[in-house]
Every structure is written in C-alpha cells, then in structure tokens.
C-alpha cells in the first residue's frame, strides 16, 4: 500500500508546498500584507473536535509557524442554542494537546457583537440593508431556484428611517422571534443564491453562554465570520471547501464596510474512510448508545483517539502527509494507522501480556522457585534499557499459540513439539489436560535447562517458534478492550436506497477480554502507551484503576483488516 506518498499532491506548487503555503510564500516575496502572516483557526463550540479539525490545525498552526506569523484561535460562537462553555474547554484542551498554541490570541466572535451591531447600522445607512417582515418560510420561497431569479420582498425598498427603527426594536425585544430579520441587500436575481439578499440578522430569544441575556438578535454565520477575520487583521482566512460559495458574500460585507481585506482560501476537507466525520452523526453514535460518549476510542474525535492511544506527533505526521489540495478526497484509515504505528514502534516500551491465556506446568521446574529474566525494553531504542520479568513452574501462553493437532506449517506448541518462550527457556509439551466438555484446559510441559534466556541448547536443537508468556503467579489481572473499525463499510455515507449509515456499524468494533499481564505493568498511569510483544499497541485507559487495569488496543503491529473482512465474508 502506498502509505508513504500524498494522495493529495497534484496540486503542490513549489518544492515540498502545497498550493496555500507556495501563496504565502509569493505573498511574502512580493510584500502583499507587509510581511505579515495571520491565520486562524475558528471552531464553533458546539461540539468535540475531530480528526477533521487536526487537518485544519496543521494547517493555520503550521503556516503561522513555518512563515513567523501568528495563529488565532476564535470560538465563532454566534448561535446561542448549540454552544456551550464545555465545548469551549474541551477544544482548547484539544487544541493543546495537539501541541499548538494561540498564545494571547484567544478571541471570541461574542465580543464583536456590538461591533457587528454598529456596521449593521451602517448598512442600513447606507442604504445596503434592510429589515424584511417577512417569514422564515416566505423569505426561502421568495429566494427562488438555480434556474429562477428570486422575487424582491415588499420590505425591501423601505426607507432608512423606518429600517433603523425597526432594528433597534428588534434588538430591544419588541418583536416575536421569527417575526423580523435585517437582510443584506444585495440582488435577488444573483446566479449565488447566497447573493439573494442574505440573512445578516434573526431574532432568537436565548441566553448566550457568554453574553447571557444582552442580545436577543443574533447575526449570522456570514455577517459574522469575514468581519471577524477583519476585525483581527487576519491575512488568510483558509477554510473547507464548501465555504466557496460563501465568498463573493464574505468580500462583499468587507467591501461595503470598506474594513480591512481579509482573504478566504478554501481547500478539501479531510475525510477517512470506515468512519464518519459530521457532529450530527457524532451525536447519534453517542445519543443512540452505539457508543460510549465523546471520547470513545473508537469516535473520530480528538478527545477519542486521544483515549486510544495515539500521539499528536502521528496525528500530525499524517496531517502532513496527506497534504493540502483543492480537490476532494477520501483518505485511508490505514494510512492514520501506519503512522501510529511507527511513531509507537519508536518510543513504545514492549511488555509481554496474555489476551487469552492458556495455563502451562512445567513439571521438571522446581516448585516454588523464581527466576528474575532480563527482557530488553525497547530493541528499537537501546537507550529504553531492560527490566526484570520474573518466572515460574506456572506461566500462561497465549491460547493460539497451541494446537493440539497442528497443521504441517504450525510452528508453534503442540504435543511433543518444543517452542522458545521468550527471555526464558525452551519448553516441550508432554501431556494436555482437558475438561468434561473436551476443552484443553492446562498443559504439561518440561524445561531445557541449558537454554536458560531464551538461548540455544549446546546440542545445536533448533525451534521455529518464540512465544510470549507470563507467570502465573505473578501475573496481573487486566481488562482488555480491543477497538476496531467502527464501520465495516469504506465509506458509510455512501449509501444504496433503504439503507442507513448504521447499517454498517461494525457489531465487534470492541471486543472486551480478560488478559494477564506482567508484574511490570503494576505502576501504570493513564495514556501510557505499551507494545504488547506479538499482540499490539496499547494504552492505559482512564477507566484504570489500582488493582484494576484497563487497557485499549491503540492498533493491531500489521495490518490484519483484510483478513477480518475476508472472514466475515
Ligand atoms: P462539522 O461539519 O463536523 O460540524 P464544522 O465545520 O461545523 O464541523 P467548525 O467548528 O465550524 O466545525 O470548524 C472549525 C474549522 O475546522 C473550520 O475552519 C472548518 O473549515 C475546519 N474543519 C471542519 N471539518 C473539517 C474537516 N473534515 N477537514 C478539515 N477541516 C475541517
Ligand atoms: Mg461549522
């Protein structure tokens, strides 16, 4: 698989920078903004922050940073009814772990209410705004279509005076919500139906988590955000692709108020494939109890992958792999797995731990006696140094790791075959215990003194085979939680007629087992993050406890998806 190259690369420019970043660098080159460099980055608090909006960190954040300027962080937060203080402090929280910083740069389109209020006023002054009577549902009928001019309201000709009093009234309370709004008048027979005099104003009878009961008009997302930008000496107000249409509106407000000439460039967002990326199905999956809240390990948001175990440098190693194009896309979940992958297999230490254990007596070793095995903490990084790992007459193997009637190519325990265990011995399966039911409960085993540490016996024996263990004595009790994908369906948007995107929610995107694991593993804290040897990456759950360990598999070592796929088939 192609996961070292950009899927999104046509569109690069100069040597190793996509099309927005060659832009600053022409810009600065010709002395466009003086210079100056000014991104930001504008989420609206109405929800967690996903995978989506790290590709849009990377991008203002790194921009700023790569060209000395400076990146914002603004909570566009003009609708009262979704956005909360909790999302607020969840995105900057988010933000943060990301490793970016906005430094004294922390604004909030709220504080530019009365700023707003007052160019309104001067729109209507100026004979470029005008207070409509009529509904909600006349105004979208009276718009018209693509292929039909829209009709002009009756209102839409009123005079100055009768318009600014009619404003203030609205924003003094006087009028139901629904009632009135302030539109731009711009021209309703425009090819952008955004043109079609827009909505700059409504009236909406909420408190704000921030302004609480000051206003009771609320401008919209168009009023708001290019004044904003504005407001802020913004120079590249970079945003998705479907703010295109949004444009010629976003130009308009800062020309008719003739206020500083912010630029909006948009480019594609990121979508993966086998998720979701929306709020409103976020809030289903968490709603409809598909899953566990917000920061599930297996959502999209930030706040999940976070709890599963990945680290904002594969985060953002595969924002900048994916690069920055105007062209839509899908890109591969493998793609965000093979760079958590390496960025773990660097730093992760290896542990050993037995998802689904077998017991093991090894009837030669001495009852009662322990052995402290050094095993290497990280053959990637010598620096990791080694850790002591005891073991015993009793260990628990890895219940795959035996068959009792193997197929010829199966190298690993099976009665009479002999196997390494890791840092430890060599040991032979002599005998197999079952219970009533036939099940193999318990293997005998002996031991091969002369391989202590894993090593080869003098005789020149060979064994194909390596397995991890612990001991059983020793071993701690763990509650494992393994996460796949949440969709079995590439893209569950795309959907035949009938079908819902539930339909493919994947039914064992989380499996929980009962694993042992080793003594090692006592001390842990939230979010550390392990390779489990043979088994995985994975990371300590929040959910973990003293006494109680919680793990989360971050990620399979290799890419096992086709093979799960080809056995559901
Ligand atoms: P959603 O569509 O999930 O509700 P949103 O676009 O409404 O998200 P905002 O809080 O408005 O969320 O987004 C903040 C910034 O992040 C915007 O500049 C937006 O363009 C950008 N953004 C949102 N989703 C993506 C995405 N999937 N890829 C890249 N950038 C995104
Ligand atoms: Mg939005």
């Known amino acids: 698989m192609a996961n070292d190259t950009s899927t999104e690369t046509t569109e690069r420019k100069g040597p190793g920078l996509d099309f927005i970043r060659s832009m600053v660098a022409e810009d600065l080159r010709t002395g466009k903004w003086k210079g100056r460099v000014a991104t930001r980055f504008p989420p609206e608090p109405n929800g967690y922050l996903h995978i989506g909006h790290a590709k849009s960190l990377c991008l203002n954040f790194g921009i700023a940073k790569e060209f000395n300027g400076v990146c914002h962080i603004r909570f566009d937060d003009t609708n009262p009814l979704t956005e909360k203080q909790e999302y607020v402090d969840s995105i900057k929280q988010d933000v943060r772990w990301m490793g970016f910083d906005w430094g004294e740069h922390e604004y909030y389109a709220s504080d530019y209410f009365d700023q707003l209020y007052e160019w309104a006023i001067k729109l209507i002054k100026d004979g470029k705004a005008y207070v409509d009577d009529l509904s909600a549902e006349e105004v979208s009928e009276q718009r018209g279509t693509i292929k039909q001019a829209g009709v002009e309201s009756p209102h839409r000709n009123r005079s100055v005076e009768e318009n600014l009093d009619l404003f203030e009234r609205m924003r003094a309370g006087e009028f139901d919500e629904g009632t009135r709004v302030l539109r731009a008048k711009i021209d309703m027979a425009s090819p952008n139906m955004l043109l079609r005099d827009p909505v700059m104003y409504r009236i909406i009878k909420a408190s704000h988590y921030r302004t609480g009961d000051k206003w009771c008009i609320y401008p919209t997302y168009d009023y708001t955000h290019g004044q904003s930008d504005?407001?802020?000496?913004?120079?590249?107000?970079?945003?998705?692709?479907?703010?295109?249409?949004?444009?010629?509106?976003?130009?308009?407000?800062?020309?008719?108020?003739?206020?500083?000439?912010?630029?909006?460039?948009?480019?594609?967002?990121?979508?993966?494939?086998?998720?979701?990326?929306?709020?409103?199905?976020?809030?289903?999956?968490?709603?409809?109890?598909?899953?566990?809240?917000?920061?599930?390990?297996?959502?999209?948001?930030?706040?999940?992958?976070?709890?599963?175990?990945?680290?904002?440098?594969?985060?953002?190693?595969?924002?900048?792999?994916?690069?920055?194009?105007?062209?839509?896309?899908?890109?591969?979940?493998?793609?965000?797995?093979?760079?958590?992958?390496?960025?773990?297999?660097?730093?992760?230490?290896?542990?050993?731990?037995?998802?689904?254990?077998?017991?093991?007596?090894?009837?030669?070793?001495?009852?009662?006696?322990?052995?402290?095995?050094?095993?290497?903490?990280?053959?990637?990084?010598?620096?990791?140094?080694?850790?002591?790992?005891?073991?015993?007459?009793?260990?628990?193997?890895?219940?795959?790791?035996?068959?009792?009637?193997?197929?010829?190519?199966?190298?690993?325990?099976?009665?009479?075959?002999?196997?390494?265990?890791?840092?430890?011995?060599?040991?032979?399966?002599?005998?197999?215990?079952?219970?009533?039911?036939?099940?193999?409960?318990?293997?005998?085993?002996?031991?091969?003194?002369?391989?202590?540490?894993?090593?080869?016996?003098?005789?020149?024996?060979?064994?194909?085979?390596?397995?991890?263990?612990?001991?059983?004595?020793?071993?701690?009790?763990?509650?494992?939680?393994?996460?796949?994908?949440?969709?079995?369906?590439?893209?569950?948007?795309?959907?035949?007629?009938?079908?819902?995107?539930?339909?493919?929610?994947?039914?064992?995107?989380?499996?929980?087992?009962?694993?042992?694991?080793?003594?090692?593993?006592?001390?842990?804290?939230?979010?550390?993050?392990?390779?489990?040897?043979?088994?995985?990456?994975?990371?300590?759950?929040?959910?973990?406890?003293?006494?109680?360990?919680?793990?989360?598999?971050?990620?399979?070592?290799?890419?096992?998806?086709?093979?799960?796929?080809?056995?559901?088939?």
Not at 275 to 302: C, Q, Y
Not at 381 to 393: E, H, L
Not at 521 to 539: I, M, N, S, T
């Open 230 to 569: 504005s407001l802020e000496r913004i120079t590249y107000s970079i945003c998705t692709l479907e703010f295109e249409v949004h444009r010629p509106l976003y130009n308009w407000y800062i020309q008719a108020l003739g206020i500083f000439p912010s630029e909006q460039t948009e480019f594609a967002r990121l979508n993966l494939t086998y998720t979701v990326m929306s709020k409103r199905k976020f809030i289903a999956l968490v709603e409809e109890g598909h899953v566990n809240g917000w920061d599930d390990p297996r959502m999209p948001t930030i706040s999940g992958i976070r709890r599963r175990g990945y680290t904002p440098e594969a985060i953002r190693d595969f924002c900048g792999r994916i690069g920055v194009a105007r062209a839509a896309s899908m890109n591969q979940y493998e793609q965000l797995e093979h760079c958590i992958r390496e960025d773990l297999n660097k730093r992760a230490p290896r542990v050993m731990a037995v998802l689904d254990p077998l017991k093991v007596v090894i009837e030669n070793y001495p009852e009662g006696q322990v052995e402290e095995m050094e095993a290497v903490n990280n053959p990637e990084d010598p620096s990791a140094g080694s850790r002591m790992v005891p073991f015993s007459k009793t260990i628990y193997i890895e219940r795959e790791d035996f068959m009792e009637d193997p197929p010829k190519k199966f190298f690993r325990l099976s009665p009479g075959a002999e196997v390494r265990l890791r840092y430890a011995y060599w040991i032979k399966c002599t005998d197999v215990v079952k219970d009533a039911e036939g099940n193999v409960i318990e293997l005998r085993c002996t031991y091969d003194p002369e391989t202590r540490g894993g090593n080869n016996p003098p005789d020149g024996r060979k064994v194909k085979a390596t397995l991890h263990w612990v001991s059983a004595e020793h071993a701690l009790d763990a509650e494992v939680r393994l996460y796949d994908r949440l969709f079995t369906k590439e893209d569950p948007n795309a959907l035949e007629e009938g079908e819902d995107w539930r339909d493919y929610l994947n039914p064992e995107s989380l499996v929980v087992i009962p694993g042992k694991v080793e003594r090692h593993l006592a001390h842990v804290k939230p979010l550390d993050r392990f390779q489990f040897e043979r088994k995985g990456y994975f990371c300590v759950d929040p959910d973990s406890k003293p006494g109680k360990l919680v793990f989360n598999r971050t990620v399979t070592l290799r890419d096992t998806w086709a093979n799960v796929q080809k056995r559901n088939d």
